[in-house]
Each structure stands twice: as structure tokens, then as C-alpha cells.
């Protein structure tokens, strides 16, 4: 059985930092690209950032370029997202997905397996 795991959700200040990982079971972890989407109140699931399988090619949303940093470490099955200089705006459940592919992609519907999210809000 798959499992994602996503932690390290919270409640941060404007300007803080914020690591979030997600643990993967059942699948082998380096056959998979990796995403992260996050979803708030009201929104559609929307991309966040995403990693090809072997860590080679990253990709990101704009609105995120430059503050947060995806990596993955397949020896530990784990995929992060670094997050720094967090906005208010940055309000969301996050969630980590593995598509088996070694093209990542930004569109939610290709991946296969989805964690069950972790919350992160940033206060003003």
C-alpha cells in the first residue's frame, strides 16, 4: 500500500521559514517525479513545485520562484520543500504527489498518489 506522509506544517510569521517533508512508502521512491500543491479555503489545488526522479530537473511556481527550494533524498524515500520568506498569501494545506514518470509536470491530475496534507499558516 502507498503511503505519502507529508510533516512540518505550522504557524509562522510573515518572514519566517518553514521545512516541510513527505515520507514514501510502498512505491520505489526513485522510479517516481515528485510534486508539491497546495490548496487553500475556497481555491483550487494549485502547483507549487515539482522534481524529476532523479533530483536533476526542478520546477516551480512563479509565485514561489526564488523563496522555496524542492529537493528529494531517494536513499531516505523523502522529498522536502524548503520554504522561506513566507507570505500570508502562503495560507495553505500542502500537499506532496508521486507520479511514476521521470518527467515531473505541474498539472495535478497526472500524478498518481497524494499525501493526506499538512497545514501551514502565515500570520501578518
Known amino acids: 500500500q502507498v503511503q505519502l506522509v507529508e510533516s512540518g506544517g505550522g504557524l509562522v510569521q510573515a518572514g519566517g521559514a518553514l521545512r516541510l517533508s513527505c515520507a514514501a512508502s510502498g512505491l520505489t521512491f526513485g522510479n517516481y517525479a515528485m510534486g508539491w500543491f497546495r490548496q487553500s479555503p475556497g481555491k483550487e489545488r494549485e502547483f507549487v513545485a515539482a522534481?524529476?526522479?532523479?533530483?536533476?530537473?526542478?520546477y516551480y511556481a512563479d509565485s514561489v520562484k526564488g523563496r522555496f527550494t524542492i529537493s528529494r533524498d531517494n536513499a531516505k524515500n523523502t522529498v522536502y520543500l524548503q520554504m522561506n520568506s513566507l507570505k500570508p498569501e502562503d495560507t495553505a494545506i500542502y500537499y506532496c504527489?508521486?507520479?511514476?514518470?521521470?518527467?515531473?509536470?505541474?498539472?495535478?491530475?497526472?500524478?498518481?498518489?497524494w499525501g493526506q496534507g499538512t497545514q501551514v499558516t502565515v500570520s501578518s
Open positions: 504527489a508521486a507520479r511514476p514518470s521521470v518527467v515531473a509536470t505541474t498539472t495535478p491530475n497526472l500524478y498518481l498518489y
Open positions: 522534481i524529476s526522479l532523479n533530483g536533476g530537473s526542478t
